[in-house]
């Protein structure tokens, strides 16, 4: 059932350092493309930037091709076409510096979490087993389960199941932490527990692969995105970069439409736009509250008056012209 996804390859801290100028990039790929036997393309001709440092957003549909790719760069599944390369270098060489959790967590639901990360490390013939005591129990601090440690693993909760699978991917020092749809299955309060985590990991200078179906999570965690659809890339950037295109647009809540669609108009707003109870009209620079005030100046019954920024999934409707839809 679970693979947590480790390294494959040279032992602990034996890679070398990334080959110059190839120190901006936690992971490039160009062209990469994986048709499956029966002629099924997952991922088509994919160029992804990810900058070192981001917490970045893999979003896309279910079955849009998020796993595919991630199996590919961790070596996994062998592309059809294109290259990767990962901290500046081929993926094998580059895998001791990176930490992966591709499926769910199959751990000992009678053994303690300390014991489950320990048989976990054994597991892995690259990793030192002087330092195993220590890199489980630093793995468990990171995730701060540190509390915890003693517990058995059945009675975690599901936050603390998923945050141990993540000190799994934590046993070695990572420069690139790859997590797949890592919020799936959670309750609301084990998918805070791990936005909380991603977030604090990336602070501490490790740059974050996440995938996720849910753009609002991808909004709310993320410094940068790329949005996938159907196998093929539909834009990457940051966040604020990816909605930039889009206009910032304001909402009155009124009775009295037409005084207020008057009143945006003499601030000169863009796009007036009225139905019935609200009118709404592109913000420009205008300050809200300024606008709030001449409103009731002018006796409008303001009822509710709100700044819709752009979303994701704006984004994603007015590039592809469609809805985007989590069921795929
Ligand atoms: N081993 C395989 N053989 C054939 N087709 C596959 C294989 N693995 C994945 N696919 C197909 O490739 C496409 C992309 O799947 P992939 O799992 O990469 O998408 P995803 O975005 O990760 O979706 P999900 O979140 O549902 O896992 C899907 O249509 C899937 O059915």
Redesign the pocket.
């Known amino acids: 059932m679970t693979t947590v996804t480790q390294e494959a390859g040279a032992p602990f801290g034996a890679a070398p350092p990334p080959a110059d100028g190839a120190g901006e990039s936690a992971i490039v790929t160009e062209g990469l493309t ?1 048709r ?3 002629g ?4 088509n001709a994919l160029d992804l930037a990810v900058p070192r440092g981001s917490v970045f957003g893999f979003l ?12 590919m760069l961790l070596g996994l ?1 062998t592309p059809t076409a294109g290259t990767h390369s990962v901290l500046g270098l081929p993926a094998t060489q580059a895998l001791p510096r990176v930490g992966a959790l591709v499926e769910g967590p199959a751990f000992y639901p009678y053994l303690s979490g300390t014991a489950n990360l320990l048989r976990f490390d054994a597991a892995d013939p690259t990793a030192p087993r002087t330092t195993a005591r220590r890199r489980v129990a630093e793995a468990l601090e990171r995730v701060g389960l540190s509390a915890a440690a003693g517990k058995r693993y059945r009675n975690y909760s599901l936050g603390m199941r998923q945050r141990l699978a993540i000190a799994a991917a934590l046993l070695g020092p990572r420069e690139l932490l790859i997590l ?2 890592p919020t ?1 299955g959670l309750d609301p309060q084990g998918t805070r527990e791990v936005r909380a985590l991603v977030k604090e990991i990336a602070a501490d200078g490790t740059t974050v692969f996440v ?1 996720s ?1 849910l753009l609002a999570e991808v909004e709310q965690m993320c410094t940068h995105a790329a949005i ?1 659809r ?2 093929t890339l539909v834009a990457q950037g940051t966040i604020a970069s990816l909605s930039g295109g889009l206009a910032t647009r304001v909402r009155i809540e009124t009775p009295d439409t037409a005084d207020a669609a008057r009143v945006l108009g003499t601030f000169g707003l863009a796009d007036v736009r009225s139905e019935a109870g609200q009118v709404t009209a592109e913000l420009g620079g205008h300050a809200p509250e300024r606008i709030n005030a001449a409103l009731v100046e002018e006796g409008v019954a303001v009822r509710g008056l709100a700044v819709l920024r752009p979303s994701l999934e704006d984004v994603f409707v007015g590039l592809t012209g469609e809805g985007f839809d989590v069921d ?1």
């Not at 099924?40 to 991922?43: G, H, K, M, S, T």
């Not at 896309?60 to 199996?71: A, E, F, M, Q, V």
């Open positions: 994986k499956f036997r029966g099924q393309v997952a991922v896309g549909p279910n079955g849009s091709g998020k796993t595919t790719t991630i199996r599944v797949d749809e799936n995938s179906h996938m159907t196998g795929g």
